[in-house]
């Protein structure tokens, strides 16, 4: 392994945009959801944040919450594949 490449997988965070309105929207109508609730649960902002924001505006705390823990989970998961397939990439460009 080069000495560059266990530095730069170290470094893996998080990183992501604010909830498209097209994927808000589409989410909405695909699965009858009300549209704040989907808002809330795909922003990326903590769980218990959006959970209570959620549930001070009567929506659904647990869709948002199982949303929230999808995301992470899939974030959580897929980092260290990510990783790898950037370190093939990198190695292959230089």
Request: net charge positive.
């Amino acid at each position: 392994m080069p000495s560059g490449t266990a530095a730069r997988c170290s470094v893996t965070r998080q990183v992501e945009k604010p909830a498209s309105p097209v994927i808000v929207l589409t989410s909405t109508a695909a699965l009858a959801l009300p549209l704040p609730t989907m808002f809330l649960s795909l922003a990326p902002a903590g769980i218990a944040e959006m959970a209570l924001t959620g549930k001070v505006l009567g929506l659904d705390a647990a869709v948002i919450t199982g949303f929230h823990m999808v995301r992470i989970l899939l974030v959580t998961l897929g980092a260290a594949y990510a990783c790898r397939l950037f370190e093939r990439l990198v190695m292959r460009w230089t």
